[in-house]
């Protein structure tokens, strides 16, 4: 019964579950959802007014989403909301993903807390002109876990929405938890009103991830979300052959290092190929990868990221991999495309390179 529509299986004469008489009129007995129609709050949400006048400020709203953990959404988010900061765009970045908050750590800010005054929340800020909001600065102990039901995690989602003074921001991006359950919905219908700018879907190349993709452009389809596009993450290893290890495996099944016979032989030999980036796939991209998803599902495709070693470093040293010089050999610069395709695609102006 979302947004007080009537349910398919209420009886002919259903006056409605925004309806002061909702559960108690005579059309209502049997009813199967005639004691939930009788107890729930009648009448707009106060909350969304509320979220509705902190949103004024705020000019774009981008969700980050993906359909199954482990696909590197908060990576790519942390990167986006570091990319936009460089252009100098004010961006304020919201982590709600309630039980798996990473992006205090992939943006250097662990053991921060978020810090009040007589306007609301004050966002934790990594620059003056980035700042983040997320669960994991009120956890005392980060190896703590949050074990709460729907109706909590709602609760808190408005609340980052309601009572965090960002201030001016050119970009809000929204990190959120895997999936299509209560955060995804609560974000979207808490800022349907202010105006979504759309969503940017993370996937990795196999079928097994892009079976619950498919089903995250189906809910944004349904939900009234544009999809801005998707991202296809880990797309393939790349790293410079300079920096891979070579080994060897022994008759005992063991695995003997051979990585200084191996550079020093290259070296001596073809010492131009150490300044060759090694590509190899990881994910078996068989069956067409997100490309071909996208030209099914009629969303556009914004391109791949490689797996690349130096950007998990950079996202475990929580710090931008636009400014490290062995991440713009193979990740930064398809990051950067990706992000001048999301802006392009919203006519904002991208004169100043990330």
């Not at 990319?83 to 304020?92: I, P, Y």
């Not at 980060?142 to 709602?154: C, L, N, Q």
């Not at 800022?191 to 809910?219: C, H, M, N, Y």
Request: proline share 6%.
């Amino acid at each position: 019964m979302e947004n007080g529509e009537i349910p398919e299986n209420a009886p002919e004469l259903c006056p409605g579950p925004q309806s002061e008489t909702a559960g108690k009129s005579d059309s209502c007995e049997g009813c199967p959802n005639q004691e939930i129609c009788a107890t729930a709050p009648k009448g707009p949400d106060p909350d969304l007014v509320a979220i509705v006048e902190r949103m004024a400020t705020v000019k774009h709203k981008i969700l980050v989403l993906s359909g199954k953990g482990g696909v590197g959404k908060s990576t790519f988010s942390a990167q986006l909301a570091f990319a936009l900061a460089a252009r100098d765009f004010e961006v304020g970045l919201l982590d709600i993903d309630i039980c798996g908050p990473s992006i205090p750590k992939m943006l250097g800010l662990e053991g921060r807390e978020i810090r009040r005054s007589n306007c609301g929340w004050i966002p934790v800020y990594v620059e003056s002109n980035l700042g983040v909001i997320s669960i994991g600065f009120t956890i005392p102990n980060p190896d703590e876990a949050v074990i709460w039901r729907g109706p909590r995690k709602t609760g808190l989602i408005k609340q980052f929405l309601r009572d965090v003074d960002w201030g001016e921001l050119d970009f809000l991006v929204v990190d959120a938890p895997p999936g299509t359950s209560d955060e995804q919905i609560t974000i979207v219908q808490s800022l349907e009103a202010t105006g979504i700018d759309g969503a940017v879907i993370v996937t990795t190349p196999q079928q097994a991830s892009l079976i619950d993709v498919r089903k995250e452009v189906s809910f944004c389809k349904k939900v009234g979300v544009e999809v801005l596009g998707v991202v296809e993450n880990m797309s393939g290893l790349s790293q410079p052959l300079s920096e891979f290890k070579f080994t060897r495996m022994t008759e005992t099944g063991e695995q003997k290092d051979m990585t200084e016979w191996a550079m020093s032989y290259i070296r001596e030999n073809a010492p131009e190929i150490l300044n060759l980036i090694a590509c190899t796939e990881v994910f078996d991209a068989s069956g067409g990868g997100a490309a071909k998803m996208c030209n099914d599902m009629g969303v556009p495709f914004l391109g791949k990221v490689p797996l690349d070693p130096q950007l998990c470093k950079a996202a475990e040293d929580g710090r931008s991999c636009f400014s490290d010089d062995k991440c713009r050999r193979a990740s930064a610069p398809a990051l950067k495309m990706i992000i001048e395709k999301i802006l392009a695609q919203k006519n904002i102006s991208t004169e100043n390179g990330a």
